[in-house]
């Protein structure tokens, strides 16, 4: 199999190495650049970053730091329980325990390599192994708890450099009736949005259906059921069940999500072309935003210190010169300054009056940030956003 680099993104720091000061000493930056697998069309970054420097004990991001996610696991919790009712269920990346902490009524299993996440779900009384998700944990687990009738994924299996002893382990911790449930951002969104952002050194892949389909064939899991969800960006939730187990359907919407990629031309190379050269010009009209609303002397503040951002930041050159600080709500990234850019981040209070302009880090919830701030709008505040392509809104 071979890999063709399409995008070159430039140096790129640690997404989830928020800096105590804006001067840092040593900060670790490698080479961003996307690869096309020319056999399963697996879209990846070209050289991942060693797990042990993005996910440690100073893990910031909060799974339940909107109100859109809270709402979107809990109405999922509900889901599960009627379709599936299961007797136990694993989540491998049980962050805070935003999902997890919905089957307190039933054996509840995380997986969180993050120690300083792991530490507030074992608090919440949910047994969890603050390690990576490897075939070797699969087996220490069903020897202690037995296999699963759920295993969930969310915005975490694209994290997992290697990807078949992930879905063997899967496959291995799952009882024969079971069901593995992934959710990750869709490609096809992504090259449609033109959210480059959906790449940094923590999203080691971004998943097709597609090459979903061809990465799992000698895993002894199959795909039965889809739902495109318009969770961060436009996300896939994606239903795995063992080939054995003839009780579930293979589902029509599995063919027609296939066919909607191909259509794209999710398979060839030359989308990855396309796609490269509208991403250096998104970059190029953005910069000019930036600047004339600069020009203008006016006021430019970052909302949502996302992690996605940072790849727009350090592939823009986007830092002091142009935004004057970042407002967020998650304690773990306030007071601190964004990777690479080296931005202040300051504690979300309302978005203060001298503000003219805020750039939307967590474009992914607009809907939910707009409602918010009415009063800024209201007063003539504008939001920059670079999805789908660079505007003023
Ligand atoms: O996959 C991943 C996703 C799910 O979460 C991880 N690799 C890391 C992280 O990525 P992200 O930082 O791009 O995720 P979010 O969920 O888009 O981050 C939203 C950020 O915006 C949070 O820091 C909270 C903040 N926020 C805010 O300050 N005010 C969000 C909302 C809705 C708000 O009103």
Redesign the pocket.
Known sequence: MKKINFLNLGKHPI?NNFLPNAKPKNEFFYNLKLSYHTETKLISLNNFVPPKKMFNNRYA???S?????RQAYADLAKKIKKKFNPRSILEIGSNDGVFIKHFSDVQNIGVEPCKNLADLTTKMKIKTYDKFWTFQLSKKINKKHGKFDVIYS??TI??IHKLNETFKAIENSLNVEGVFILED?SLLKSLQKLSYDQF?D??AYVFSITALKNITKKSGLEIFNIEALNT?GGSNRVYFKKIINKKFKISNNVKRHLLTEKKYGIHKFKTYQIFAKKVNKSKESLIKIFQSIKKKKKKIIG???????STVLNFCKISKNYINYF????PT?TGKFTPGSHIPIKE?KGIADDVDYAFL??W??KD??FK?EKKFIKRGGKFITHVPFPKII
């Open positions: 997404t991001h909060r799974a730091a909107s109100m859109t996610m969310a915005n694209s994290h951002p940094y923590e999203h961060h909302y949502g210190a996302t992690y996605k951002s407002v967020d709500t998650t990234k979300y880090g967590a992914n919830f939910e940030i918010k």
